[in-house]
């Protein structure tokens, strides 16, 4: 129980048509291992005993070094503002943003359960998916052709403005500071939906002030997004 990325075929885990030409198009070719590949692909929804987690963690080495190398290169910020940049270009959300512009989400096998829910667009999925194929293709082709290809993919985010402010929750905490209130307080106040696909409400309050509330995918998400509401409602 499958979909798009992969089949079996004769005991073994093969590529479909399709999933090898979005790779070697993309510019993860010439595929070799057609395993290491439907392994980055697979969500444990599946029941596979292999699925894009261990390649994941792989990835997310990899994608952090080639951005904190070019962010290094490319830019004369203090250490600070490079690590805001950095923790932007890698987040989530980011590698989530990427995956749906390639074209991803077509070639994800999924459960049939976890595809009913919508795990095809979670954000959580998409962006482990991202780093997986990253870190498979350093498994096959090593660092110097994934910097390559991630140079290619991150170049809109890297040479825009992702990053550059400040991250929301720092600027409410300095605001508070600055104005002599309490330090804000973050609430889970709901979370829905099936792991793969979950929705976190997340409340910010400050003592004297007030609260906003706010809703994604992640719970670190959902407390930026309050934070930035908090904001623009209060500061």
């Known amino acids: 129980m499958g979909s798009p990325g992969g089949h079996v075929l004769s005991g ?3 590529l479909t048509a399709e999933a090898r030409t979005f790779l070697e198009e993309l510019g993860f070719g010439p595929v070799k291992k057609d395993d290491v590949w439907v392994e980055a692909l697979t969500h444990g929804s599946t029941g596979d005993p292999r699925d894009y987690q261990r390649l994941e963690f792989l ?4 994608l952090g070094l080639v951005i ?3 962010l290094h290169e490319r830019e004369s910020h203090a250490e600070g503002k490079l690590s805001q940049r950095l923790n932007a270009l890698v987040s989530r959300q980011m590698c989530a943003s990427v995956a749906r512009r390639i074209g991803l989400p077509d070639h994800i ?4 359960q ?4 919508g795990g095809a667009d979670s954000d959580n999925i998409l962006g482990d998916v991202m780093e997986a194929l990253l870190g498979a293709g350093f498994v096959e082709h090593g660092f110097d052709a994934m910097r390559v290809l991630v140079r290619k993919l991150w170049s809109h985010a890297v040479k825009g403005e992702v990053g550059q402010s400040k991250h929301p929750k720092s600027a409410l905490q300095e605001w508070a500071a600055g104005s002599g209130r309490r330090m804000p307080e973050y609430t889970l106040v709901d979370r829905q939906g099936p792991d ?5 409400t997340v409340e910010v309050s400050v003592k004297g002030v007030g609260a ?3 809703t994604a995918s992640s719970k ?6 309050a934070a930035k509401e908090f904001m623009e409602k209060f500061a």
Do not use: C, I, N, P
């Open 59 to 62: 990835g997310d080495r990899v």
């Open 212 to 214: 906003a509330q706010a």
């Open 114 to 117: 976890a595809r009913a829910d």
């Open 196 to 200: 793969h696909a979950a929705r976190f």
């Open 109 to 112: 096998r999924l459960g049939s």
């Open 68 to 70: 904190a190398d070019w």
């Open 220 to 225: 670190g998400e959902a407390e930026k997004q």
């Open 12 to 14: 073994k885990l093969t």
